[in-house]
């Protein structure tokens, strides 16, 4: 049996003595196993093997080790010297570098602060300037009313001394100076307002207000699939979220990722036909189609129908109240309160769409424009175009608000018959309702998720934000859901369907509801949060 080569034993290096002998002297030297060996060894291990002294081959071995001692200290050694010399550069660099970026993302901050401060400063002025103006104002008011009061004790002093002791045409004069408009009470001024709503999530305007930050190196490739995103939240935590340490009462630090494959949480057939829908804050989903609003639980049963007299175009759901809003095609702008629709205001030309704010404003879809309501219906701002000007918006068909921003998206079909081209697109605006970018469904060439690409015309039939502000966009032609970031980025496609979709929405837990073909219900799961 062959000896395990684990089990051979090696010769250390300096050792005199026969590994397989004791006490023998290593003087003899095996040409074929090209090893030393002892006399005993040609007798056993290496029997009928060509052997010689040791001290003839070893003259043989020195030019060898002379040319690794030259080559090595002409050579080898300097090189190592210069890349030592040049790692003692590579490390000052390094900190140079780093020390330039540090001193760079430092003055950054301190000029975003300085600008946050001065921000802070002209906003306190304003207060101050509106309080004053307000303090002017109330008093003048009151020194109005008091000269009333005086006035009004006068003339009640002169009537009762001239019922007592006046004469006749002295009452008949008293009587007609009462009921003379010689004196009013004075208006109530209107007071100047101000409001301040703190954005609940500022980190990622924070962050690009602070700049981009690139980094390459060691191993890692950072995608947009790759991004984090951290945000505050009231839920409570969750495997991905580390509460904020020594405080009490903080809210707790969530981060957003994307996942690498979106799950199917929950899939069925609508027992209705849906056209559009609003998930509620208790995993409910309310529905329209036609002139019926159905209220469905998370697995497609009915909970709630409630019955319009004519048409519904759209509805939405009210991030502060919770209450359902909707509009119809006989200009009715209504709110289901206790199962009822009750009407609230009419607009002058036909609402295709809706969406209540987090400010508790109606925001309504009009051919050629979109215009912001208070919910008693007093319009606070428009984009219709003045003049010839082209509209902003042509057919407006869904609209949301982002959470986090608060900018305005909404789908344009864009039909000639409104001023349009036919390129559908979602065009997103601020606040004001001035535009900032318009997404038409441009993908990169390079991102090729699944063997499904499209190739029909984008046809945008919904759109809503997700809690950290991204757009989720429902492309119908296509049969999938693409998933673009706050600043008009595309980021991935979320779904590819074997049916057209219908509708989005997206509930309290960053759970996608998608509508397919009119009744196939999926509930997606595409982020971790």
């Known amino acids: 049996m062959a000896t395990p080569i684990s089990q051979i034993p090696l010769r250390t290096k300096g050792q005199t003595t026969c590994i397989h002998h004791r006490r023998r002297q290593l003087e003899l030297y095996c040409e074929k196993c090209q090893e030393p060996v002892c006399l005993k060894c040609l007798s056993s291990i290496h029997k009928t093997h060509t052997v010689c002294e040791l001290s003839e081959i070893t ?8 040319n690794f001692i030259d080559r090595t200290e002409k050579n080898d050694l300097v090189q190592i010297g210069k890349y030592i010399t040049a790692t003692d550069t590579l490390l000052k660099d390094n900190t140079s570098g780093f020390e330039k970026l540090s001193q760079k993302l430092k003055m950054q901050t301190d000029n975003l602060k300085q600008e946050l401060d001065l921000l802070t400063a002209l906003t306190l002025s304003l207060y101050q300037k509106m309080e004053q103006d307000n303090t002017s104002l109330i008093n003048k008011y009151k020194q109005d009313l008091e000269m009333y009061e005086k006035q009004l004790k006068q003339q009640i002093h002169e009537c009762k001394a001239a019922l007592q002791r006046g004469s006749h045409i002295q ?53 947009d699939q790759d991004r984090s995103v951290s945000t505050s939240d009231d839920r409570g935590p969750s495997t991905q979220q580390q509460q904020q340490s020594g405080a009490k009462g903080k809210k707790a630090v969530t981060t957003y990722k994307l996942l690498p494959q979106t799950k199917v949480v929950e899939e069925w057939k609508s027992p209705c036909d849906i056209g559009s829908i609003c998930p509620t804050t208790d995993g409910q989903l309310w529905t329209k189609a036609s002139d019926t609003l159905t209220l ?56 295709r769409c809706i969406c209540i704010t987090a400010s508790n404003h109606v925001i309504v879809g009009m051919t050629k424009h979109i215009s912001k309501f208070t919910t008693d219906g007093k319009m606070v701002c428009t984009t219709m175009a003045k003049g010839t ?32 081209y036919e390129n559908q697109h979602v065009v997103v605006m601020d606040t004001d309702f001035k535009e900032l970018f318009v997404y038409r469904g441009d993908i990169p060439s390079t991102y090729k998720p699944t063997p499904q690409t499209g190739g029909e015309r984008f046809y945008p039939c919904g759109v809503v934000y997700d809690s950290v502000g991204n757009l989720i966009i429902g492309d119908e032609d296509n049969y999938r859901v693409l998933l673009i970031s706050g600043g008009g980025e595309f980021l991935r496609v979320i779904h590819t369907d074997t049916d057209r979709t219908w509708a989005v929405g997206i509930d309290r837990e960053d759970v996608l509801w998608a509508v397919f073909e009119g009744d196939n219900v999926k509930l997606l799961q595409y982020s971790s949060v």
């Open 389 to 420: 000007g082209k509209p902003l918006v042509c057919t407006p068909y869904r609209i949301s608000e982002c959470p986090v921003t608060h900018n305005v998206a909404v789908t344009d079909f864009s039909l000639v018959s409104d001023g349009g």
């Open 171 to 223: 009452i008949y004069d008293t009587f007609c100076e009462i009921h003379s408009p010689t004196h009013s009470l004075p208006v109530k001024p209107v007071l100047g307002t101000a409001n301040f709503t703190p954005n609940e999530n500022p980190l990622d305007h924070l962050k690009k207000a602070l700049g981009k930050v690139t980094t390459s190196g060691q191993g890692q490739t950072l995608t």
């Open 59 to 66: 003259p043989q071995k020195e030019p060898d080790i002379k």
């Open 296 to 351: 469905l639980d998370r697995k497609g049963k009915v909970i709630q129908k409630v019955k319009h007299n004519v048409w519904i175009n759209g509805i939405s759901l009210s991030p502060t109240t919770h209450t359902l809003w909707v509009c119809d095609d006989k200009n009715n702008i209504m709110e289901l309160v206790s199962g009822r629709l009750t009407h609230r205001f009419s607009t002058k030309e036909e609402p």
